[in-house]
């Protein structure tokens, strides 16, 4: 059965008779769930406070509690999904979290693990540096031993080259008579003779003391006589038979010429290539190779000596 505007003035009389009831009437319109409204609460006792004046007005107020109400059931909704979305995310920043400190976690480790393999490497870094620093000591002393195992190998050279020199010097000076024998007769060993006629040579200013000095320094002096003239040969005697050999052996028997014999040079020699062979020719000088040489060479070597000097 509705609620008529007779219904409420017969209420609105029955309540100025008996005051008392406004009270019973308020607790009865006034729900459990708008005393939750403090607005809602406020606004309804204002109404009820009001109820004898303004009926209608109260009408307006329950119509505006219940979009309120509609509208705070919506704001719930929102907040609870807000809440939910606000959880998931805790729950997600919660994992990130957690993935995040496991991260760290092996990073740590792994930091770790590079300091040990740091400290590692220091520890290796100094010890292969203790061994360079030793190799480099032990390299400069092989450099010096080894430089000087050179210069001792090059004295070795000198002195076996000298050796080896003085060997054929020797052979051609104690075999003259021999070697020699096969181009000049009567050889013999005119050192004294030779030096006596470069000093007065020296002294008439026909040759120079330098000229004295390379004559008396050759290998050996041997004077013979070919087609019966006496000729000297000048003898350079190398183990390796080289072009200044060559050229020395021509130069002393030049200044041997000048001092008034027929002087021919000859070089003798273990080793001798075929360039000495062909420049001894160029030369006219005798090549021989431990007392053997090319014999029809050597005589017109002679016999081209001899008739030069022949007056």
């Known amino acids: 059965m509705a609620f008529t505007v007779q219904d409420l003035d017969d209420l609105l009389l029955l309540l100025e008779k008996h005051p008392e009831w406004k009270e019973r009437l308020r607790q009865a319109l006034l729900t459990e769930e708008l005393l939750r409204l403090p607005q809602a609460v406020r606004d309804l006792i204002v109404a009820v406070e009001k109820l004898t004046a303004e009926i209608q007005r109260l009408h307006d107020w329950h119509e505006r509690a219940n979009a309120q109400m509609a509208e705070m059931l919506q704001f719930q909704r929102q907040v609870n999904e807000r809440l939910a979305e606000i959880a998931e995310w805790q729950r997600q920043v919660n994992e990130q979290l957690n993935q995040f400190l496991q991260w760290q976690q092996r990073v740590n480790e792994r930091l770790a693990e590079i300091a040990e393999w740091q400290r590692q490497t220091n520890e290796e870094m100094r010890q292969i540096l203790e061994r360079l620093s030793e190799m480099i000591r032990w390299q400069q002393e092989m450099v010096k031993w080894q430089e000087r195992t050179v210069e001792w190998q090059q004295r070795a050279d000198r002195d076996f080259a000298k050796l080896k020199g003085s060997d054929r010097e020797w052979y051609y000076r104690l075999r003259a008579a021999a070697v020699f024998g096969i181009f000049v007769l009567n050889g013999r060993d005119p050192t004294n003779e030779v030096m006596r006629k470069l000093h007065e040579a020296v002294k008439a200013g026909v040759i120079t003391r330098s000229d004295l000095k390379a004559v008396r320094d050759a290998d050996c002096l041997w004077l013979g006589e070919y087609e019966g003239k006496p000729v000297l040969l000048v003898v350079e005697a190398s183990y390796t038979v080289t072009h200044e050999d060559l050229v020395r ?57 001899v008739q030069q000097t022949s007056p």
């Open 249 to 305: 052996a021509v130069h002393r028997a030049e200044i041997a010429r000048k001092i008034g014999y027929c002087a021919v040079p000859v070089v003798g020699g273990a080793e001798i290539s075929d360039e000495i062979w062909e420049q001894g020719r160029l030369l006219n000088a005798i090549v021989m190779k431990d007392g053997e040489t090319d014999f029809d060479f050597a005589e017109q070597i002679l016999a081209q000596a």
